[in-house]
């Protein structure tokens, strides 16, 4: 994996959802979901895979049980990795951009079925208006919509899969997959719209992509306590000290949080390996303590309650 650049990881930094004082939830970054073994019968560029996330981030966010990364976060990280569209299913991948995400669990997936109940589907262009969505092939065959996807739940660390949920949602009623009441205006011949919009919920394939989205999320939920409990170790430096007064550089991001305390360390000596300069050992004296009282996502604010004379630069750890 490539080496993350100090710009990137300011960004992640800053774009962070910020975890409130006592905030347990674990943190998750869901990969858009991998359609591959699907037929592009819809025409374009429309990415299904990327609706089907989006939709599933809003309904998690809504529930409540996880923290999820904003969608900004992990972009910025997936175009600094080169990161390609066919990786979406792998789980070492993203279990390396979970980490550098600092994230407890990874969400990706895979979409089996998108279409007809029966996989068979009819291909066709139409130049006439459809249902106010620009595409420039529809299925031709009427029936009910039905769509399958799957999702993972991948340990950061091990690569390992700690929970699977499942959603198969099939429309109520029968029809043309994309024509539906919520049509506006819009002719045939684009090929990519917004899976979240009430134009789409309002069609027969949008009617079971949503049931089987609410379908993988309360699996999800469910497995949230499968989620291992790993304590972040958190390793900073005094960025600012005056009187009790004790600002570094690592926040919420890092796992440090309001009530933690934190060793103050000076280093006293630096051993280096004789042949290759390289360090390894630095002996250090404890200063004092610290206790958090406020966290952002990239710096911290705390209190000295034991020990004196902290410095900029002193090492902070826990």
Not at 35 to 63: A, R, Y
Not at 149 to 168: F, H, K, M, P, Q
């Amino acid at each position: 994996m490539k080496k993350i650049s100090i710009t990137l990881i300011v960004f992640i930094l800053t774009c962070s959802v910020m975890m409130g004082q006592g905030d347990q939830r674990k943190r998750i970054a869901i990969l858009d979901f991998d359609f591959s073994s699907i037929e592009n019968w819809w025409g374009g560029h429309w990415d299904i895979g990327k609706g089907v996330s989006d939709i599933l981030v809003n309904d998690l966010v809504n529930d409540g049980t996880y923290r999820v990364v904003e969608r900004r976060a992990l972009d910025a990280v997936l175009a600094e990795q080169n990161f390609s569209n066919s990786d979406r299913a792998n789980p070492s991948t993203a279990a390396a951009i979970g980490q550098v995400l600092g994230v407890d669990a990874i969400i990706l997936g895979s979409i089996t079925q998108f279409g007809t109940e029966d996989k068979s589907l009819g291909i066709g262009g139409f130049g006439r208006r459809l249902g106010g969505f620009g595409v420039g092939k529809v299925g031709t065959k009427e029936g009910k919509a039905k769509v399958v996807i799957n999702a993972r739940i991948i340990d950061i660390n091990t690569s390992e899969i700690l929970g699977v949920a499942e959603g198969e949602g099939e429309s109520k009623r029968s029809g043309l997959l994309l024509a539906g009441a919520g049509g506006g205006g819009g002719g045939a011949g684009g090929g990519s719209f917004d899976m979240g919009s009430s134009n789409f919920r309002d069609t027969i394939l949008g009617e079971a992509t949503n049931a089987a989205v609410e379908q993988v999320a309360t699996g999800l939920t469910e497995a949230n306590s499968r989620i291992p409990v790993v304590e972040k170790q958190v390793k900073g430096l005094v960025a600012f000290a005056q009187d009790s007064l004790v600002i570094i550089n690592v926040g919420s991001s890092h796992g440090v949080a309001p009530g933690m305390e934190l060793s103050v360390e000076r280093v006293t000596q630096t051993i280096k390996d004789p042949a290759t300069g390289n360090v390894l050992r630095e002996m250090t004296e404890k200063v004092g303590t610290i206790k958090v009282t406020k966290a952002d996502a990239g710096s911290s604010e705390a209190t000295l309650i034991s020990g004196s004379g902290v410095q900029v630069g002193d090492m902070v750890k826990n």
